[in-house]
């Protein structure tokens, strides 16, 4: 089901696609949340994380192109609402997916919503495409390895072998395969520049995980994940959105 939220001037409007969106895509439409000024959409967006976004055209003093202009990527699908068909041909220069006339036609919308979905589905196979690129290319190099200080030297260690990186202060635990632990005089934020281009993501203040070794994950405010040296993690519910887009898995949303 898409998430999606409406922004629009007119009460009466977002009445009208509420009430089409409730009795005619019940099943693959989701609204989760409208607003009635670019300012209040902008934080709308932030707070709830859309996949799609319903946008008026004309919003007070502004319009929905002033709304799009605050982000470098659109990171969401964008339906234009609109009474003017001379709109629709800008609404494409900024890639939207489909546009709406007002009132809401319901077969319309209907036929928009499908098309939504398989743009969004062809979004998150290309990640997942893309990843499995990246695997397939590493798998042909050989093991990159970082040097860690210890007390007697310097030990190399396959980044493969990383588990986990967990703070301590100033310090960090390394948790490697095999039960090994390795503790450095190094912080968290160091070893998340280094290893976030090896798949790791920081789910937590506290957490550095190697994705290769998430077994499974658990629905809640922020979540869970469980390793596959069964070690339970707590995943911070600002971090969750971008951590479930790096696995490739939206659908968990």
């Known amino acids: 089901m898409i998430s999606a939220v409406i922004i629009d001037d007119e009460p009466h409007c977002i009445e009208r696609l509420?009430?089409?969106?409730?009795?005619y895509c019940q099943t693959s439409l989701n609204i989760i949340g409208t607003a009635g000024t670019v300012e209040k959409g902008l934080q709308l967006i932030g707070d709830l994380k859309p996949q799609l976004v319903f946008l008026d055209i004309e919003i007070h003093e502004l319009t929905g192109f002033d709304l799009l202009q605050q982000y470098p990527v659109i990171p969401f699908q964008v339906v234009f609402t609109t009474a003017y068909q001379q709109y629709a041909i800008k609404a494409f220069k900024f890639s939207a997916v489909d546009y709406l006339l007002k009132?809401?036609?319901?077969?319309?919308?209907?036929?928009?919503?499908?098309?939504?979905?398989?743009?969004?589905?062809?979004v998150s196979q290309a990640g997942k495409i893309d990843?499995?690129?990246q695997n397939i290319k590493q798998l042909n190099?050989?093991?990159?390895?970082?040097?860690?200080p210890t007390m007697n030297?310097?030990?190399?260690?396959?980044?493969?072998?990383?588990?986990?990186?967990?703070?301590?202060?100033?310090?960090?635990?390394i948790f490697l395969i095999g039960k090994k632990e390795i503790m450095v005089a190094k912080t968290l934020k160091e070893f998340e520049s280094v290893l976030s281009d090896h798949h790791f993501f920081r789910i937590h203040n506290s957490h550095l995980v190697n994705l290769a070794f998430i077994k499974s994950y658990q629905k809640g405010k922020g979540g869970s994940v469980l390793l596959e040296d069964k070690t339970e993690l707590e995943v911070s519910s600002r971090r969750k959105d971008d951590f479930l887009l790096k696995l490739g898995s939206i659908n968990f949303r």
């Open 153 to 173: 030297g310097l030990e190399f260690i396959n980044i493969k072998d990383i588990i986990r990186c967990q703070s301590d202060g100033n310090y960090t635990t």
């Open 103 to 122: 009132p809401v036609d319901p077969d319309e919308l209907v036929e928009t919503i499908k098309r939504v979905g398989e743009r969004i589905d062809m």
């Open 18 to 23: 509420l009430y089409v969106a409730h009795n």
């Open 131 to 133: 990843m499995l690129f």
């Open 141 to 148: 190099q050989p093991a990159p390895r970082i040097a860690v």
